[in-house]
């Protein structure tokens, strides 16, 4: 058996601990001359993933640490060419390649299934990190420039430019990210968390390169990093990677990086500032009540704070969440409840949304009384047990999601490894549960921790954030005046050097680099084959599919339901008795006492709907209701009678918690759209093409997000628009259960036959339902060009183009053709010469869909210019076949991203049930490795026409006669 700490002669072994509930092994190594950390996780995944980290500490919000995350991955040392981050990318079967800054770290992961890629990508970012170009013209496209409207004509109005400065205008432009940014300011008054590290749009400018290269050389370097890695590749080989590519080369660094503890207050204090808003509510404050808490790296601190924020906050039934639910002082609970632990020093916040500006006293002495209160009268103890219980479940849960497991459990030590915390405790949980355990029977341990942690805490921050409906001009009026000043004072000489400047930069971006030097995989890299997953059909008068997989001791449950034919009314809020279903009382159980039940029992239960379009016609469709859990083994049985009861006998007459869950929905729809602009502006251009794509933009775009305003506006003035909702939902709930149902299992092979039986004896009296009409949307074919005015910073634009969809056989071109645009045009005319933060093009399949986006965008008209330009540049241009490559390298990479083990097997369920055969998914694969240069020439040609055109912005409402100058349809929340 290989010696798991078997270690590189330039490392020192320390440690190492197998982690029971994770089935890893954490190793822990030192490189013995500059000091750098090695974490290994080893385990026997074969998505190996990699993660550098080091300590970046601003000591203003000119965006130092963000921008030179931008501009080291712009060429290296080994790797001379303009932007190898993104042209590894195509060149990559990854899956995962990004760069993060947060508020005192820089870090930069991968992950890869492939033995080769993950190697090739090792040595790109070993180089990229610590042997940086940092070319100054890479510094003005990634941070900012001063740069003429008219790039050649220094008489034309100048400009900021820059990918970092726009997309921070964007991020700045979310009342969450200036609440977030406002708070912590306030909190940490003199360390680094006090400055916004993303940088502050009217601070980016004052940066200078020569400050960029300081902050490099400063941080940069081993003394100051830590290696984490994850996966079935030894330790000791990735060592000799690091040690041959970059560790022999330094020697320690005399001067650690380190953050200070902030200074304390010694009383409370309040303070207040704006928010840009289209409009002033009365009712459109946030308060927000926040504390200074100890250090994150003492595990004891850590996880008290953790238990006692879940304890209060966890879920509607927790003592200071149900208060502040149900409130009149506010519309919902501030997105800013819960405990920050990723910084040295943890902060814990409550508070409140949709408040009245005078009213900030009444919330802060509510959320005072209430703990208050609890800190007298105690908590139960099954409320703390259970508390401990999700503690556990999530430790052992297998995630999946957007980031590979591995790289989760990576960024979970992540922090603690940078502030030179114990990693291996902080992954391994089981021993502080138990601790935890032992000390929540003393029925003072809860009460203790609220009276010391936050009673007694004099280090208290209440903060009103109230909407300024003239921020927005002064802030646009501050850049234009500031300008308007450095312009006045330019030479004739600095005119020309800013115009030559322009024209440098525009010709480096142009020059075409010799891609050779970079490492790729290629075609014949690819898994000749899909994975194929084992499962077994149980038939009895519930149908049963169970899939065993390597779930660590969880089971997932999914009962499936065929979605009915359903009127208008029950169509429209589908979404809406979906999202309240888990959330509403059960029989004689109040929807408090089911919120305890689930915490008890599971992770949660969760109601969803599956609808996708026949791969034979678009507008037709399959549809199911599903009803989601997850549990520990031990609760298995437990769970399925809470999924079984909550579907069979949900109640629909708590009016007031509807009311409440419907202002809730609202805040988070609202909060989402600087975020998600880019997919809010693609499901806006896209809704004419079919009837599914049109119900998507009423449910969840621009549209949906002014019903849900629209609804809670008018439950707010009458129950009786609550009561006709509920009326809709009982009409649903009954179709629901008289229509057909299955159930779906994953767990280990082990628990199978437990498992199986526990959910034959459960459901065993669920009315099975019969055959019925079944779901079905009005076929819609129509083009839109439409404008959404919102309180933003910047655009999002979208073109979109009806094409054909399922099994047509243009379908793999245009899969194909979505990156090939990208890669070859739209990433240089809208990120780096544009100065969006991104750009690109893609194609659903389902609905037939080609859909141009930009994101974080200065730009509207040009962008939409530049996506024609894109469709030019496919048709006139000769293109290689190594681009082609590429393209063809992306779309299989995506196909073949892994997810965790019950995600694949919920994945190949439903790609099934929706028609999607194997069968069908190999002969799909194989056409997109087959595609051609010319096949690319021709879907372009036949398709991306004006005829099929329709195009949507989400903008600012200071675009208005523009966007009405161009015939836009314009539309407001």
């Not at 002495?365 to 007298?376: G, H, K, V, Y």
């Not at 890299?525 to 149908?543: F, G, I, Q, T």
Request: some cysteine; charged content about 25%; overall charge negative.
């Amino acid at each position: 058996m290989t010696n798991r700490t078997a270690h590189h002669p330039a490392f020192t072994y320390l440690r190492s601990e197998f982690i029971e509930a994770l089935n890893v092994t954490v190793q822990e190594f030192e490189h013995t001359v500059t000091g750098a950390k090695h974490f290994h996780i080893a385990s026997d995944n074969d998505e190996n993933v990699f993660l550098v980290g080091l300590k970046t500490v601003p000591t203003d919000s000119c965006g130092v640490a963000h921008i030179l995350e931008h501009t080291v991955l712009c060429g290296s040392e080994r790797f001379p060419v303009r932007d190898p981050f993104f042209m590894m990318i195509r060149r990559s079967l990854n899956t995962f390649m990004n760069a993060f800054t947060s508020s005192d770290w820089t870090a930069y992961p991968f992950a890869s299934k492939n033995k080769k890629d993950f190697h090739n990508l090792l040595g790109v970012y070993l180089d990229a990190v610590f042997f940086s170009r940092l070319d100054e013209l890479d510094f003005s496209q990634e941070g900012h420039r001063l740069e003429f409207a008219e790039p050649t004509n220094p008489e034309s109005e100048l400009t900021f430019k820059g990918v970092v400065f726009n997309e921070m205008k964007g991020a700045m432009s979310s009342t969450t990210s200036v609440l977030w940014q406002t708070l912590t300011k306030y909190l940490f008054p003199n360390n680094t968390y006090h400055f916004n590290s993303g940088g502050e749009p009217s601070d980016i400018p004052d940066l200078s390169y020569q400050d960029l290269l300081a902050f490099y050389r400063t941080h940069y370097h081993p003394s100051n990093a830590v290696f984490m890695t994850f996966g079935d590749i030894p330790a000791e080989t990735l060592q000799a990677e690091f040690e041959e590519k970059v560790l022999s080369r330094f020697e320690r660094l005399d001067t650690q990086v380190s953050v200070p503890n902030a200074k304390r207050y010694f009383s409370p204090i309040r303070v207040e500032e704006g928010y840009a808003a289209d409009e002033v509510k009365e009712d459109g404050s946030h308060v927000v009540v926040g504390w200074l808490l100890g250090e994150s790296i003492d595990l004891t601190q850590q996880f008290e704070a953790q238990l006692l924020s879940n304890v209060l906050l966890d879920n509607s039934a927790s003592p200071l969440r149900r208060v502040l639910e149900n409130s009149d002082l506010g519309r919902a609970p501030s997105p800013f409840c819960g405990l920050e632990d990723s910084n040295k020093e943890m902060s814990f916040m409550c508070g409140l949304e949709g408040v009245k500006r005078e009213n900030t006293t009444k919330v802060e002495a509510l959320i005072l009384s209430t703990l208050e209160d609890i800190a007298q009268h105690g908590v139960p103890q099954e409320t703390v047990d259970a508390m401990l219980h999700q503690l556990e479940l999530s430790q052992r849960e297998i995630g999946g999601g957007s980031y590979p497991y591995g790289l989760q459990l990576i960024l979970a030590g992540l922090s603690t490894a940078v502030h030179s915390g114990d990693v291996i405790a902080q992954l391994d949980l089981d021993p502080v549960i138990e601790a935890m355990r032992e000390k929540v029977r003393d029925p003072q341990y809860i009460p203790n921790l609220i009276q010391n942690l936050l009673l007694s805490n004099a280090h208290r921050v209440t903060l009103t954030l109230s909407p300024d409906d003239a921020l927005e001009t002064r802030r646009n009026q501050a850049e234009k005046d500031r300008l308007s000043r450095i312009k006045a004072a330019l030479s004739d000489e600095q005119k020309a050097d800013i115009v030559a400047r322009s024209e440098a930069l525009k010709a480096r971006q142009a020059q075409v680099d010799d891609m050779s030097i970079l490492p790729k995989v290629g075609l014949e890299d690819v898994p000749a084959s899909l994975p194929v997953y084992d499962s077994e059909k149980v038939s009895s008068d519930l149908p049963i599919t169970f899939y065993p997989q390597g779930t660590n001791g969880l089971v997932y449950q999914q009962l499936v339901i065929d979605l009915p034919e359903l009127d208008e009314e029950e169509t429209e809020h589908l979404p809406l008795f979906s999202s309240v279903l888990t959330e509403l009382g059960i029989g004689d159980q109040d929807y408090l006492a089911v919120q305890e039940r689930q915490s008890q029992v599971c992770g949660g239960l969760g109601a969803s709907n599956s609808i996708r379009a026949t791969i034979e016609d678009r507008q037709d469709l399959n549809g199911y209701f599903i009803l989601s859990s997850k549990a520990l083994v031990p609760n298995v049985k437990a769970m399925s009678e809470l999924l079984k009861d909550t579907m069979m006998n949900v109640r629909f007459d708590e009016i007031a918690r509807v009311k409440e869950l419907v202002a809730q929905r609202r805040a988070r729809r609202e909060q989402s759209i600087t975020g998600q602009g880019h997919s809010l502006a693609m499901t806006a251009a896209s809704a004419g093409v079919s009837g599914l794509s049109a119900r998507q933009e009423q449910w969840g775009g621009m549209s949906g997000i002014r019903s849900a305003i629209a609804l809670d506006d008018a439950m707010k003035a009458d129950n009786a628009a609550v009561e006709n909702v509920m009326t809709v939902f009982k009409r649903l709930h009954g179709k629901l259960l008289t229509a057909k149902k299955q159930l779906l299992l994953v767990a280990e092979p082990q628990h199978e036959a437990s498992v199986l039986d526990n959910a034959q004896t459960v459901f065993a009296d669920l009315p099975q339902g019969d055959s019925q009409a079944a779901f079905a949307l009005a076929p819609v074919d129509t083009r839109v060009k439409t404008s959404w005015l919102t309180a933003t910073q910047v655009s999002f634009c979208s073109k979109s183009f009806r094409t054909v969809s399922g099994d047509h056989p243009d379908v793999a071109a245009l899969n194909v053709l979505g990156g090939f645009l990208r890669n070859g045009f739209l990433h240089r005319a809208i990120r780096e010469q544009g100065g969006a933060y991104g750009g690109g093009a893609s194609f659903d399949g389902s609905s037939g869909a080609f859909r141009f986006y930009s994101y974080r965008d200065p730009r509207l008209t040009e962008t939409l210019a530049d996506f024609d330009a894109s469709i030019e540049w496919m048709l006139n241009e000769e293109h290689s076949a190594a681009a082609l490559e590429e393209a063809i390298l992306g779309v299989i990479g995506s196909m073949d991203k892994p997810s965790s083990p019950a995600g694949e097997a919920q994945s190949d369920f439903y790609v099934k049930l929706h028609g999607r055969s194997l069968e069908y998914r190999e002969a799909f694969r194989a056409n997109i490795l087959a595609v051609t240069i010319d096949q690319l020439k021709a879907v372009t040609k036949a398709y991306l026409t004006k005829e099929n055109e329709s195009v949507a912005v989400v903008t600012s409402n200071a675009r208005r006669a523009e966007l009405e100058s161009l015939g836009f349809d314009i539309q407001t929340l």
